[in-house]
T-cell receptor, first 112, second 114 residues
Framework: GQQLNQSPQSMFIQEGEDVSMNCTSSSIFNTWLWYKQDPGEGPVLLIALYKAGELTSNGRLTAQFGITRKDSFLNISASIPSDVGIYFCAGQLITNAGKSTFGDGTTLTVKP | DTAVSQTPKYLVTQMGNDKSIKCEQNLGHDTMYWYKQDSKKFLKIMFSYNNKELIINETVPNRFSPKSPDKAHLNLHINSLELGDSAVYFC?????????????FGDGTRLSIL
């Protein structure tokens, strides 16, 4: 089956720093999604990408759908303490009934 | 006005028992899912229903039986609970269609087997 490799596994940064994380796949996806999970809650969608090469922003977050359709990255600029959490990438195939394959997550810690 | 709600939030029970988790969504979506998140935070899909029909059934022990009485509800019944079933179970929903739509997740049910 399809597998997603998400890196880094964890990050410890100072408040105000920029963050970059990425996801690579062994095969192509039609859709890339980025979610954030806070402790005790379910994942919440941050950004959805539907087209190869697409670059989309949501406030301080920017994500891109790789040209090869096998990768995506998420950048967070000027991090703040509430950015702490686990960030997941997920890929979807149109032919796969909306099933999302999730990466293993990047745990972000922001030191004030 | 919770979008995807699951009950209970916490479930602590003995090995061998049977238990159910309920999920409801008020987003008008036609597709619902169950995911399992283990202690290492890996999220893995278990089942998916579209308009009450099972469309995804990953390799899950048949002790797990989903039931969708209507497209707004997807319940999960687990028989003969085992220690390895301890995890957080998330319900999610999305709208099907030509273009894949992101899933909206509930807050999870934390299942602990003693």
């Amino acid at each position: 089956g399809q597998q997603l490799n998400q890196s880094p596994q964890s990050m410890f940064i100072q408040e105000g720093e920029d963050v970059s994380m990425n996801c690579t796949s062994s095969s192509i996806f039609n859709t890339w999604l980025w979610y954030k999970q806070d402790p005790g809650e379910g994942p919440v969608l941050l950004i959805a990408l539907y087209k190869a090469g697409e670059l989309t922003s949501n406030g301080r977050l920017t994500a891109q759908f790789g040209i090869t359709r096998k990768d995506s990255f998420l950048n967070i600029s000027a991090s703040i303490p509430s950015d702490v959490g686990i960030y997941f990438c997920a890929g979807q195939l149109i032919t796969n009934a909306g099933k999302s394959t999730f990466g293993d997550g990047t745990t972000l810690t922001v030191k004030p | 006005d919770t979008a995807v709600s699951q009950t209970p939030k916490y479930l602590v029970t003995q090995m061998g028992n049977d238990k159910s988790i309920k999920c409801e969504q008020n987003l008008g979506h036609d597709t619902m899912y169950w995911y399992k998140q283990d202690s290492k935070k890996f999220l893995k899909i278990m089942f998916s229903y579209n308009n009450k029909e099972l469309i995804i059934n990953e390799t899950v022990p048949n002790r797990f039986s989903p039931k969708s009485p209507d497209k707004a509800h997807l319940n999960l019944h687990i028989n003969s609970l085992e220690l390895g079933d301890s995890a957080v179970y998330f319900c999610a929903s999305s709208q099907g269609g030509v273009r894949n739509q992101p899933q909206h997740f509930g807050d999870g049910t934390r299942l602990s087997i003693l």
